[in-house]
């Protein structure tokens, strides 16, 4: 069973306002991280976290350090897509907290953001990152990028960014669990940020994902194990996306697999009892009408009659034995007593 129980989502306090990204920053824009200087040359090499980088200014806001608070989030979140996506019948990509980056005119790194999941819900059919990040105009957005905010605050100026990027969807995730270190403020619950004519607005439910709420959504990132509410909501999201696409489970590799191998073991197995069971059947007609020959042969070298319709029909004849048969037809004094004697046993 799960060990939470979902609550309908309230936004804590209004979000602040966020700057256009050519603009300057707020003061203290991404609370929670440290501002490094990461040189130009020295970009391309980075291989720590980082909320967002600006070649302007040559400065790194560094991520928090990575903690199972922050991290059970997009974890989870890929496990969710793996689930909806086999129930639609075709697959999901997860890309993780890749860099997503514009470029200046040189083809230099210009700015750089870093989610914490980054989700295509459609990966056949999008421009996907190569394996340095994703370029802006030059690679398809993510459908959705989930930012995880511990203590850190993704409406300070992330969101903006984002927003004036051109990005379609983001969720801003508040945890149940966090350490002390998370301000009192910080009240949990997921927020759903859709773009509507250009500029993002608060949504009780994706738009990329049918149907599936802020609130569901933050059920099933923070369960220690998801419940069967969740699964089903999981199967209804999958199962709307599946009839967009005119797919379902059997087009899954694995559960069509799955499917066709206990088919064909079903039908195997049908086979086999079948053949079985008409064995079976077989030698019991056939030794119903041996007893029933043996009867009126009895009866008739007696010199009782049989009647047209004889014992044919009879059931009393086909469920007794051999023995108890053959005493009757020999005791009876007609057809009628043969088979009151049979009764009788």
């Not at 707020?26 to 391309?44: L, W, Y």
């Not at 696409?245 to 079903?266: C, F, K, N, S, Y």
Request: hydrophobic share 40%; proline share 7%.
């Amino acid at each position: 069973m799960a060990d939470f129980e979902p609550r309908p989502h309230v936004p804590s306090d209004r979000a602040p306002a966020v700057p256009a990204p050519e603009s300057a920053l707020p003061a203290d824009p991404f609370p929670g991280c440290t501002a490094r200087r990461v040189r130009r040359s020295e970009i391309d090499t980075w291989e720590g976290r980082l909320e967002f980088w600006d070649a302007d200014t040559e400065i790194a806001w560094v991520a928090e350090p990575t903690t199972p608070y922050h991290e059970k989030p997009s974890r989870r979140l890929t496990a969710l897509m793996d689930r909806i996506a086999a129930e639609r019948g075709s697959a999901i990509a997860c890309y993780g907290s890749m860099d997503l980056m514009q470029r200046d005119e040189h083809g230099a790194p210009r700015r750089i953001l870093q989610a914490d999941e980054s989700v295509y819900v459609h990966p056949r059919r999008a421009r996907l990152p190569g394996p340095k990040a994703m370029m802006a105009g030059e690679d398809d957005f993510p459908d959705v990028v989930l930012e995880v905010d511990h203590t850190t605050d993704a409406r300070r100026a992330k969101l903006g960014l984002y927003e004036a990027w051109g990005f379609p969807e983001v969720w801003v995730e508040v945890p149940e669990q966090g350490a002390a270190s998370r301000p009192r403020r910080r009240r949990p619950g997921l927020t759903i940020h859709r773009r509507v004519a250009g500029a993002f607005r608060a949504a009780a439910a994706s738009g990329v994902f049918p149907g599936w709420t802020a609130a569901e959504i933050h059920a099933a990132l923070n369960e220690t194990e998801l419940s069967e509410r969740t699964f089903a909501v999981l199967q209804r999201v999958g199962a709307a996306l599946g009839a967009q696409d005119g797919t379902g489970p059997d087009d899954d590799p694995m559960l069509g697999w799955h499917r066709r191998q206990r088919w064909a073991e079903g039908v195997a197995q049908g086979r086999a009892e079948g053949v079985a069971q008409g064995r079976a059947e077989g030698v019991a007609q056939g030794r119903a009408a041996t007893r029933l020959q043996m009867v009126r042969e009895i009866l008739r070298a007696r010199g009782i009659a049989v009647s047209d319709r004889g014992l044919a029909g009879l059931p009393e004849v086909d469920v007794t034995s051999d023995d108890a048969a053959v005493r009757a037809a020999l005791a009876c004094s007609d057809e009628a007593d043969f088979l009151a004697r049979l009764r009788r046993r």
